[in-house]
């Protein structure tokens, strides 16, 4: 049972075009939502990340849009940059279950000169 | 600045044989620690934490062990290993209670044939 599901798995966008990964969940005690982005044969880095009680969160190019209700979320890269090909991955913790935290299956993201 | 380093970067290991991969973190007294197994393109799937010394808790069995001797170092083992353990291993530190802010590792990649 996937948690955490993101879509698509793969995308590809020209260089200053907006990109959109989506990700949705099950668990509505999911509070907090971080992005990792990874590139190839290296470890996840913290991207940006939301609380539930936010509906919003920029960090320069990069914004989560959260919809609670829905129990989704988007993460936004405008002005897409080859440098930003990675794959990127959704994730969600509990409050009751602060020990683990669940990852989605990556989207992986292509930025085309 | 605190530090994470993995050894060995990759390994290649005959189905069967012992195993032992390792982690250490510079600059962070007692931080919590984790392991995480990653498919090649998969999702990435949380082994173990350690809050403290001495104390590891498991959250996949998937026949590996993990144990923390020091505060800094955190080692993943298996006396026998199965194809079904190739894959990317990471380890991570973070710095509060639970894992939202995860500071990973370079991984290390093992290939059981």
């Known amino acids: 049972q996937q948690q955490v599901r993101q879509s698509p798995q793969s995308l590809t966008v020209w260089e200053g075009e907006t990109a959109i990964l989506n990700c949705s969940y099950e668990n509505s005690a999911f509070d907090y939502f971080p992005w990792y982005q990874q590139f190839p044969g290296e470890g996840p880095a913290l991207l940006i990340a939301i609380r539930s009680v936010s509906d919003k969160k920029e960090d320069g190019r990069f914004t989560i849009f959260f919809n609670k209700r829905e129990k989704k979320l988007s993460l936004h890269i405008t002005d897409s940059q080859p440098g930003d090909s990675a794959t990127y991955f959704c994730a969600a913790i509990s409050p009751s279950s602060f020990s683990k935290l669940v990852f989605g299956q990556g989207t992986s993201l292509s930025v085309v000169p | 600045a605190q530090t994470i380093h993995q050894w060995p970067v990759a390994e290649i290991k005959a189905v069967g044989s012992p195993l032992s991969l390792g982690c250490t973190i510079k600059g962070k007294s007692s931080p919590n620690l984790y392991w995480y197994w990653q498919a090649t393109g998969g999702t990435l799937q949380q082994l173990f934490y350690?809050?403290?010394?001495?104390?590891v808790e498991s959250v996949v069995q998937l026949n590996l062990s993990a144990s923390r001797p020091k505060d800094d170092q955190f080692i993943l083992s298996t006396e026998k290993l199965l194809l079904s353990h190739s894959g990317f291993y990471l380890c991570a530190w973070s710095p509060g209670l639970g894992p939202g802010q995860l500071y990973f590792g370079e991984g290390s990649k093992l290939t059981v044939l």
């Open positions: 350690s809050i403290t010394v001495g104390q």
